[in-house]
C-alpha cells in the first residue's frame, strides 16, 4: 500500500493551496477507506485537519480550519484532495494522508508534504 501526498510548498498568508493523495496497492475498493488528512507542526503532535468516509458522506473538519479547508474524494482515481484557502501561519505543518478501515485493523500513512505560510 501506498499513499503519496503532493502539492505542498510555501505560500503567502491568505493564499491557496491543494493538496492531493494518491493511493495505490489497497486490497479492497478505495471507497471503502475513511480518508483523513491530518498536520503535525513542530514541536506539537500530530492532529487531524478534515476526515472522509464515502459511506456517510459527511465529512469532518477540525475547529480550526472550518470553513477554510474542503476535504474531497475521487473514487475513480483513488485520490484524495484538501484544498486549503485563506491560509494562516498557523497552518504551516507537514501535512499527512492517511487510509483506514479500523474494522479490519487496515491502517496506512503517507510520508506527509510540507506546506509553509509565511510572508
Known amino acids: 500500500v501506498q499513499l503519496v501526498e503532493s502539492g505542498g510548498g510555501l505560500v503567502q498568508p491568505g493564499g491557496s493551496l491543494r493538496l492531493s493523495c494518491a493511493a495505490s496497492?489497497?486490497?479492497?475498493?478505495?471507497?471503502?477507506?475513511?480518508m483523513s488528512w491530518y498536520r503535525q507542526a513542530p514541536g506539537k503532535e500530530r492532529e487531524l485537519v478534515a476526515a472522509?468516509?464515502?459511506?456517510?458522506?459527511?465529512?469532518n473538519y477540525a475547529d480550526s480550519v472550518k470553513g477554510r479547508f474542503t476535504i474531497s474524494r475521487d473514487n475513480a482515481k483513488n485520490t484524495v484532495y484538501l484544498q486549503m484557502n485563506s491560509l494562516k501561519p498557523e497552518d504551516t505543518a507537514v501535512y499527512y494522508c492517511?487510509?483506514?478501515?479500523?474494522?479490519?485493523?487496515?491502517?496506512?500513512w503517507g510520508k506527509g508534504t510540507l506546506v509553509t505560510v509565511s510572508s
Open positions: 492517511r487510509a483506514r478501515r479500523a474494522m479490519l485493523g487496515m491502517d496506512y
Open positions: 496497492g489497497f486490497t479492497f475498493t478505495f471507497s471503502s477507506y475513511v
Open positions: 472522509s468516509s464515502s459511506a456517510n458522506g459527511s465529512p
